[in-house]
């Protein structure tokens, strides 16, 4: 090929009519069904830091030869401001990715992205081999291709650029199991999302071998098909560096009395949407930030010394939790439960509290406390239109900022005995 086709290639070149459309103030560029008769359009995307090309299969390109760019096309792919590509709606052969995938060497792109995208037979990674890439960021979205074990070759030759990789995504790819080799290959990689996958309980513990990962700090786990909480424990406790684990949308079932240790590294655990009806067990010592939200949970007792938010909206809780083993928390989020008062001397202490779509009982020491909170600034969004009352009968379907708390209604005898007092007194000065 030309250098101009072949550097056309590297920019997405594709195999329909279409042309690329800049937003400059966005420095972003979308081309569509390009063909070689419109590559001309490229030329719009040159301010561009965000390039993305849509629709289209490269296979008329697989069997054609692509020779090492001239000197002028590696000073242009230089000069590119470009930082990201994506590739949308394609047909990728993988023969030719592996062919060109070595001329980004040349440009600034920091991060690649492949959407609903479809990836066929197998290139020869052998040009691969010790190539650095200045790609940090790689992601893979609803994208079909052979699976990964057995793998393991191809994924050597990628090494040294694999070795430097920082983030890695793989969402919606139907991904079963990931290798061990993977996870010992991407040392440096800090954050990985697997979200809305097919993991098991058995793939995962293989993927998180030991060794794997070494500076993994996020990990996403999202909608898989995790059943097992002491095993997802036991699977990823050899990630030393752990800080962030999602572990949301998974059918999780607590192991009672489970011995397994999470990494002491982990910080912010999510496990809302997991199924729970009771608080698993053991939780994260070190845990700054836990969701429980969109669970089953009637009651909630936790002891952890360094938690400092807490999120526990749409479960069935019908009493707030103890706060008291929770030295530190500030926030705590309590919507959409059973609750019908907020005990004041358990809530006062935090800094913000949510706990809107409750049936409140807007007595005098219900709704006072709710308007006293709100007045402190401790009520988060949501007050006061979506704080209601649910009884007494005379008060239900009324808001609850909007009920008499005054010292004469909620308490008269404090008002009448003092006044009685003092027309006794005066009374009695009289005679």
């Not at 999302?193 to 993991?199: E, I, K, M, P, Q």
């Amino acid at each position: 090929l030309s250098t101009q086709v072949a550097a056309a290639l590297l920019l997405g070149l594709l195999g329909a009519e279409g042309r690329c459309f800049l937003n400059r103030t966005q420095e972003h560029c979308a081309c569509y069904n390009l063909s070689e008769e419109s590559a001309g359009s490229i030329v719009q995307c040159l301010p561009a830091t965000v390039v993305e090309f849509w629709g289209g299969e490269l296979q008329s390109y697989a069997a054609q030869p692509i020779k090492d760019l001239d000197p002028a096309a590696i000073d242009m792919l230089g000069s590119l401001l470009v930082r990201k590509i994506v590739f949308g709606d394609l047909l990728v052969p993988e023969e030719l990715l592996a062919r060109v995938l070595r001329f980004f060497s040349y440009t600034h792109v920091q991060e690649l992205a492949f959407e609903s995208c479809t990836f066929v037979g197998q290139g020869d990674w052998q040009q691969m081999a010790g190539q650095e890439l200045p790609i940090l960021a790689l992601r893979f979205h609803e994208v079909r291709s052979a699976p990964l074990a057995g793998r393991e070759q191809d994924l050597s030759l990628l090494g040294s650029w694999l070795q430097a990789l920082q983030e890695l995504t793989l969402t919606s790819c139907r991904v079963a199991s990931l290798p061990c080799a993977i996870g010992r290959l991407l040392r440096a990689l800090r954050s990985l999302d697997l979200a809305d996958n097919s993991l098991g309980d058995e793939s995962l513990g293989a993927a998180f071998c030991g060794d794997a990962f070494p500076r993994l700090q996020q990990l996403s786990l999202r909608h898989n098909l995790l059943t097992s909480y002491r095993g997802v424990c036991r699977s990823l406790r050899l990630l030393p560096q752990l800080q962030h684990l999602d572990l949301s949308q998974n059918k999780l079932l607590p192991a009672p009395g489970s011995s397994c240790q999470w990494p002491p590294s982990l910080r912010n655990f999510n496990l809302s949407s997991a199924g729970l009806d009771k608080v698993p067990t053991p939780l994260p010592h070190g845990l700054e930030v836990l969701d429980m939200s969109h669970n089953h949970l009637r009651t909630v007792d936790i002891s952890l010394s360094f938690l400092k938010k807490l999120f526990l909206s749409q479960n069935v809780l019908q009493a707030t939790p103890s706060t008291g083993n929770c030295p530190v928390l500030d926030t705590l989020n309590l919507d959409g439960n059973l609750l019908t008062e907020l005990p004041w001397e358990e809530v006062k202490r935090l800094k913000e509290l949510a706990a809107a779509g409750n049936p409140y009982h807007c007595s005098c020491s219900g709704a006072g406390g709710l308007q006293a909170l709100a007045s402190r600034g401790q009520l988060g969004q949501g007050w006061p239109q979506d704080y209601v009352c649910q009884s007494p009968p005379n008060y239900q379907g009324r808001l609850v900022g909007s009920v008499p708390v005054s010292v004469v209604q909620c308490h008269p005898a404090a008002v009448i005995v003092p006044i009685c007092l003092l027309l006794t007194l005066l009374g009695t000065a009289g005679v």
